[in-house]
């Protein structure tokens, strides 16, 4: 099947879908009191997930978009560590008792800022509050460049059996314009740092679409990433955003690969993967055939792609997103902000949205979409019951997509083919009831 999409359709803002609702839907219509009530009605035999959110790093990097702030010295990690601290205590007195986690996950920023006897104490602390399952994926996402064989071998006793390393690309001029300086020499000693320490599972994030990116160069990356031997690879689209992201503003427009040439490197990058017998998983993730995410069932959260098979995911920390049954609550995003949140009532939610039943449908088929590349008609209907009928105008209303080449017509849906899958966010956003009225800037399809 041939792909056939017009430039407009590349570029079109499209949402990545790691939730539905999307952030940006996100109001102060969901406050501490609303996430402390949803909190403590979570049934006792909830499995529950953990996210903690370290919003520093030891170098700005101008193309990223997370919520981080760098630091140069220890005393706002030691204060904003306190304020984490006492927002565990608040979640574990509104649980009742120490609920059953079946899924940790560190992410920022850059966790590995804290010390090794910061990173002990704060798992250490996780673990009191909480009945961590046995077998439990503790995962964490790591800075290479401020890395060093103390912090890994922490990380090895706190029960950390999953590392994300993040590389980007290895090309010193593409590293020059997103300052970011980051040799393949020292991420090859922090793998071995890691190994040495007992953490086997290692993931690598790659992006294309970076400033100075070409397909010889993303390709030298490719394969220097592969000669580490990871067991899963990431590789994001740049989402150049500079009129909500500041510093993204140190990157020239006409630095940036164009959308066909941002398709090209998705597409050397897929090829590249595949053919080292990497397994494609949904939109921008491989992983090794004996991985646990090859073997699924996948899902989707704000973390990307995951086996994280919980009832409600809880975050901790500035900007982190819970998701719990009745919605979705984040915490304010700037550090000082969430210390005085938390000082004042224990909890630091800052917005969110109540999930209708509507939105949990659509959610449920968007993630499905995201991670399956299937939408199934009984499924919904099992699931939803008649409420599933009000997605068939949607469904029907897809001729233009097949003709595309993003969907394939089946007796029970349609199924996103292999091929298609990078575009699989533009088939998603036909399902998104609340896209025609979103005013905040995407990044594009591709």
Do not use: K
Not at 403 to 430: H, K, M
């Amino acid at each position: 099947m041939v792909i056939q999409l017009s430039p407009e359709r590349l570029a079109a803002p499209t949402p990545r879908y790691t939730s539905y609702p999307t952030a940006v839907q996100f109001t102060e219509a969901v406050g501490a009191a609303e996430s402390g009530d949803w909190i403590a009605a979570l049934p006792e035999d909830a499995d529950l997930s953990l996210y903690v959110h370290i919003p520093f790093c030891g170098a700005l990097c101008w193309y990223c978009g997370c919520s981080t702030t760098v630091v140069n010295t220890p005393g706002p990690i030691a204060g904003y560590l306190d304020a984490l601290e006492a927002e565990l205590l608040t979640v574990a007195d509104r649980l009742g008792g120490r609920r059953r986690v079946v899924h940790l996950h560190w992410g920022g920023g850059s966790p590995n800022s804290l010390s090794p006897e910061q990173i002990e104490d704060l798992a250490a602390r996780q673990r009191l509050l909480f009945d961590v399952a046995e077998g439990a994926e503790f995962a964490v996402e790591i800075d290479p460049r401020f890395m060093d064989a103390a912090r890994a071998a922490a990380l090895g006793r706190a029960g950390v059996n999953r590392v994300s390393i993040g590389v980007q690309d290895f090309s010193p001029e593409v590293q020059a314009a997103i300052n970011r300086h980051q040799s393949f020499a020292t991420t090859r000693q922090v793998v071995d740092q890691l190994r040495q320490a007992g953490i086997g599972a290692l993931n690598i994030d790659l992006v294309y679409g970076l400033p100075h990116q070409t397909e010889a160069r993303l390709a030298e990356t490719l394969e220097q990433a592969l000669a580490l031997s990871p067991d899963r690879l990431a590789v994001f689209g740049y989402a150049h955003l500079p009129q909500r992201i500041r510093h993204q503003r140190l990157i020239p427009d006409d630095t940036l690969p164009g959308h066909e040439a941002r398709l090209r490197l998705a597409e050397l990058a897929t090829a590249r993967l595949l053919e080292a017998g990497y397994v494609r998983i949904g939109l921008d993730h491989f992983a090794r055939p004996d991985d646990t995410l090859a073997r699924g069932p996948v899902h989707r959260n704000f973390q990307g792609y995951t086996t994280d098979p919980s009832d409600a995911l809880i975050g901790f920390g500035a900007s982190a997103i819970s998701r719990l049954p009745q919605g979705y609550a984040q915490n304010a995003t700037a550090v000082a902000d969430y210390r005085r949140r938390i000082a004042t009532t224990g909890l630091a939610t800052a917005r969110g949205v109540a999930l209708s039943e509507d939105d949990r449908m659509r959610a449920h088929v968007i993630e499905r979409l995201m991670c399956d590349l299937t939408y199934s008609a009984a499924d919904v209907r099992d699931r939803f019951g008649p409420a599933a009928d009000r997605l068939l105008p949607i469904v029907r209303g897809m001729d233009d997509l097949e003709v595309e080449g993003l969907i394939v017509r089946t007796a029970d849906g349609f199924q996103v083919p292999e091929e298609a899958a990078p575009y699989v966010r533009i088939v998603c956003a036909r399902f998104d009831a609340w896209l025609a009225a979103t005013t905040v800037r995407h990044a594009p399809a591709v």
